[in-house]
């Protein structure tokens, strides 16, 4: 059973402007929410991350916004730029010691000039 | 700083013949998670290790795949006999588990190919 539901597959976005992915989780005990980004040929690198007590935290162009009582967050990627694309992931897990991370199946981003 | 290194990077092979991927983590990480990824099924954990200890290997799908750590520099992930639904590109990754974040450092990872 999926945990952790990524929308859309796939995003075409013109450059300069708004890359959005949607999740939605359904464990609540999941209390940290890590996006992933990958590069083709690369793996997967750490983006950006949030906890539940908040409802957004920005890092340059990259927000997420987090809706606790929805179940769901998202990516927002402003000012999008063709260095952008690449496939990104949602996460989720439970902090503290092992847990295990469920990762979504991913959102292929192509920002076009 | 030498991020989580792979071998080999690409790998074909045929059916049937057994396939060994190696991995040395971060210098200083004390776990250690295999992943597969596919168009179908995205980012599966296969197994993960703990000190060199096996923890969680409830995500390796059947008996013809077997995972060692030796020591804390190196792992290998084993397919033996290797079938085509089997190709996939296989990541290791580490972190330290006593960072509450778990930020995972992925390698480049293997790509498989069965034919």
């Known amino acids: 059973q999926q945990q952790v539901k990524q929308s859309p597959q796939s995003l075409i976005v013109q450059k300069g402007g708004i890359s959005i992915i949607n999740c939605a989780y359904e464990n609540t005990a999941f209390d940290y929410f890590p996006w992933y980004q990958q590069f083709p040929g690369k793996g997967p690198a750490l983006l950006i991350a949030?906890?539940?007590?908040?409802s957004e935290k920005k890092e340059g162009r990259f927000t997420i916004s987090f809706n606790k009582s929805a179940k769901q967050f998202s990516l927002h990627i402003m000012d999008s730029q063709p260095g952008d694309s690449a496939t990104y992931f949602c996460a989720a897990k439970v902090e503290g010691g092992y847990q295990k991370v469920t990762f979504g199946t991913g959102t292929k981003l192509q920002v076009i000039p | 700083d030498a991020g989580v290194i792979q071998s080999p990077r690409h790998e074909v092979t045929e059916m049937g013949q057994e396939v060994t991927l190696r991995c040395k983590p971060i210098?200083?990480?004390?776990?250690l998670f295999w992943y597969r990824q596919t168009m179908m099924r995205g980012l599966e954990l296969l197994i993960y290790f703990n000190n060199n200890v096996p923890i969680d290997d409830s995500g390796m799908p059947e008996d013809r795949f077997s995972a060692k750590m030796p020591n804390a520099s190196f792992s290998t992930l084993k397919i033996q006999p290797s079938e085509p639904r089997d190709s996939a590109v296989y990541f290791c990754?580490?972190?330290?588990?006593?960072?509450?974040?778990?930020?995972?450092?992925f390698g480049e990872g293997s790509r498989l190919t069965v034919l």
């Open positions: 210098s200083g990480h004390n776990s």
């Open positions: 990754a580490s972190n330290k588990i006593d960072r509450n974040t778990g930020e995972l450092f």
């Open positions: 949030i906890r539940p007590d908040v």
